[in-house]
């Protein structure tokens, strides 16, 4: 699992959360929020799916960590690696 | 044996409750919907005479925006429950208008339409309109927890025309109001965003096409469904809801409960029951409505501009429980056929209008007499109606008429379990949809987001608030 395949299975979940989004051009270091018109119930869905997917836990204290792509990678990466 | 422990058990096949059951099948939940009627649909169903498909309560979906625009209801609520908007096949209205006695406002899916009539025909109440609709705009109208304050006495704020005052309440009302005379001010702007802000669809083939995709993408999450099985009693343990009884005598048991038929109907199944918060709390407003069915366009009589019509001849708007068996004075009219179906077309003419009625009188006749009383309020109610649409010759119209249905409070009743056949349910509603147990809540009309998106997105926030925030990760 490298960053970079990481940051392809959040945007596959967002896609399916979001399918009204253009995700071609996302910018990894910038804010999700800043570019895509996602809510909180969104943020929610992305963490309920990568539980459901994934069986990846993200305490509620760590939500932050999945303000952008960058940082999703940052954050989750380590965890897909562990669950592999 | 059979394992009869739900996760969440949900009350009712409504557009609310099957809502909620995606969201919680979609992430693993066990859950099970229980519907004592063999349709699913709950105020928003259908049915089938002679051959001939009709919708019930459905007029028009509100909250429609064009494809492209995101952060309405419409967006969240398809998002949330994973649906594709062409699943929904909406076509757009036509036009629709409020009309009172000889003076009228249009307004269409475009804002600047009903906007721009305003500012033409009330042009003394411009600033106060404008500074209404910024109310309105900013209002936060999806907190759980905000205090109720009068609508009316906000809009007085803001305006001093009655005329344009009762004119904009009129269609608010008709299509949500649980109360008599005001509204919650959350509740207006609701309403004021769901019809004006926004605006009205359907699917050429009506309200089914919605149920079917709910109901299927329910059954593709695993969920499970039980039709023609009522909960009968929903039975108190230490606070909580230990059990349910089903109608036929079964009983099962879940960790959290959502019903979504109603406070005081839900309250009455409480064992111990709950009967003095039911009363306390159980709405009065109830309906009847006319359809007849013509095997012209209503276009060829000159009806084809108008889609939703809300009507009023009297002084003031009177919002009330009808003090005759159908209060002929107001109402609304829909002509299914004036939606922009692009190549599709119905297959005939439908001419629909709906008056406030009295469920007292309607429940208590007699059966010869209820449909002789039927006969003769349908034509009265036509009557009434006609006079806000282009001239028709009385011959004309009843050489068209293929069929007819007409309901009342008491199908109201009997079909949707709502009490006083009240179909926007209790005037006080529970924002947050905590009840007197700590695992049962409520979803949809007496949750109180309205309208079909409404109750779709009630069913989700429940879900969501009660069920899947904060829970603990299942292992």
Known sequence: MTKDNCK??????????????????????????????????DFLDIVMELRKRHGIEVPEADYGQLASLESCAEYLTPKFIAKS | MKDSHYDVAIIGAGMSG??????????????????????????????????????????????????GIKGTPLGKLLRQLRIEREEFALCPQKRSRIAFRDFSLAFTNDFAVLDGEVATKFPHQADGWRALVQAVR???????????????????????????????????MY???????????????????????????????????????????????????????????IVEERGRV??????????????????SIGFPETMRLCDPPQTDAAERNTGVLSYAEIISVLHREPASFGWGDDTIVFFNDSERFDY?????????????????????????????????????????????????????????????????????LPL??????????????????RTIRKFTGHLNGAIYGAPRKSRNGRTHLDNLYLCGTDQGFLGIVGAMLSGISMANYHVLQGSAPKV
């Not at chain 1, 995700?23 to 996602?38: A, F, G, H, V, W």
């Not at chain 2, 699917?203 to 499970?224: N, Q, S, W």
Request: aromatic share 8%.
């Open chain 2, 242 to 259: 230990g059990r349910l009884i089903l109608d036929d005598g079964e009983e099962i048991t879940a960790t959290q409960i959502i019903s």
């Open chain 2, 320 to 388: 009330s429980r009808a003090a005759d068996p159908v209060d002929l004075r107001s109402g609304v009219i829909c002509l299914p056929n004036n939606f922009v179906y692009g190549a599709g077309h119905l297959p005939e003419g439908i001419f629909r209008v709906t008056c406030l009625a009295n469920f007292d009188y309607w429940a208590h006749l007699p059966e010869l007499e209820y449909q002789a009383e039927k006969l003769r309020w349908f034509d009265a109610i036509t009557r009434s109606a006609r006079r806000f």
């Open chain 2, 138 to 172: 900013t209002h936060d109208d999806v907190s759980l927890d905000a205090q109720p304050i009068s609508a009316r006495a906000v809009v007085a704020r803001h305006l001093s025309d009655p005329l344009l005052i009762d004119m904009i309440f009129c269609p608010l």
């Open chain 1, 8 to 41: 392809k299975l959040v945007i596959d979940i967002i896609s399916d959360i979001a399918p009204d989004e253009d995700l071609s051009s996302i910018k990894p270091e910038i804010r999700l929020r800043d570019q895509l018109q996602l809510d909180s119930m």
């Open chain 2, 392 to 409: 028709v010759d009385d011959e004309v119209l009843a050489s068209a008429r293929l069929a007819t249905d007409m309901f009342t409070p």
């Open chain 2, 175 to 233: 299509y949500g109001s649980a109360q008599e005379r005001d509204m919650e001010f959350g509740q207006f702007v609701i309403m004021f965003k769901a019809l004006f802000l926004e605006g009205f669809a359907r699917p050429l083939e009506g309200v089914r096409v919605i149920i079917r995709v709910l109901l299927e993408k329910f059954r593709e999450a695993g969920g499970e469904r039980r039709m023609k099985c009522g909960v009968a009693r």
């Open chain 2, 18 to 67: 099957l809502a909620a059951g995606i969201r919680l099948a979609h992430f693993g939940r066990k859950v099970c919907i229980f519907e004592r009627h063999n349709a699913p649909g709950g105020l928003n169903s259908f049915y089938s005479i002679a051959g001939r498909k009709y919708d019930v309560g459905l007029h028009a979906l509100t909250n429609y925006v064009a494809p």
